[in-house]
């Protein structure tokens, strides 16, 4: 029987659903680390990981090209951890370099903490790059990426990564009630170590590695988000139809058609440079004159969040709408804005559909 109820009335989520889930995540993220699924959405993972982590008489670099950035490491401090923040303009992503000079200044330290993609201001940092001086300099390296999941490689066994935050809620099109983050023998041990690690908290990873993962994944734990984990469940099997590689090059297509047909009507990228713009969402610069916002707004445009609002744009070429027609949809929005002519107009979809095939 259907209702418009159909979300009412579930059967229980089984362990064998949440064992799949777990091993669903570990594919995508191609590692053998431990997962641990949260449910809940991703910020309350990143705050449990922040937690479990900052020891009291520990320190750690933690690099802020955005809130999440920011965040984290409060999270840190608010343990007792000493956190040395590397901090880089919202406009720019951060470089290997400042992180090599940060761990130079604070050699005992333990922890590196980064963004992977800003989906607030269409910025990703040299991942690649930064890992390695965390991993050089010894530290236990903590990458959240909830934005860049699904829409450029996330690799953290090729890049030496020991934990990394994942969300279904962005590039992976799917929910945002249930996340998950991916844990290496390492991390554990410092987790394990840390007299300051939350117990018998939502926000503590030890008891859901005790009751879930060193019980054999046999028995469901509390109350789990069953509509949240059977949606991501769904999601991550979409991504797996399509391929993982499939929809990044779909994410990479929508950055660069957008980035061509802004290029046409004059605008510029939010981020300055010509690398590390994210294919998750890309953020542009609200001229000083002769752009009106409000023509732009709708379908995948929309303003800057908080203080960014009178600054930037955000085309949010993400998840499901990361596709062809949305981009251009986005682009003709633009021109709209720069009160472009017809013939410009039809020079920028003409850029943006040419970028799409071009990838
Ligand atoms: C969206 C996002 C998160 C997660 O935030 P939620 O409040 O769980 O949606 C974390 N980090 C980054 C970089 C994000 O873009």
Redo the contacts with the bound molecule.
Sequence with gaps: MTSDRYLLDQPPLTAAELVDLDEAVARLLGTTDEIVVVQA????T?EAVAKSLAAPDATAVNVVT?P?GALFGDWMRSSGATVVDVVADFDRVATADQVEAAFAANPRATILAF??????TGGSNPVAEIAAVGRRHGAVVVL?A??SIGAEPVLPTEWGIDVT?V?G??SLAGP?GV?AAAISDRAWALIEANPAAPRASFLSLLDLRAAWIQTGREAVVGTPNTLESRALLQALSRVAEEGIGGVIERHSRARAATLAGAAVLGLETWQQGSLGFAPVVTALRVPASGFDVSAALGGIVSRGNGPLAPLLVRVNHTGRRAARVDVQDAVSRLAAATGASASEASRAAAATAAAWDGV
């Design positions: 959405e991703a910020i309350l990143l955005g999440y963004v992977h993609a800003e989906a607030a959240d909830v934005a935050v969300g809620q962005k945002a996340s």
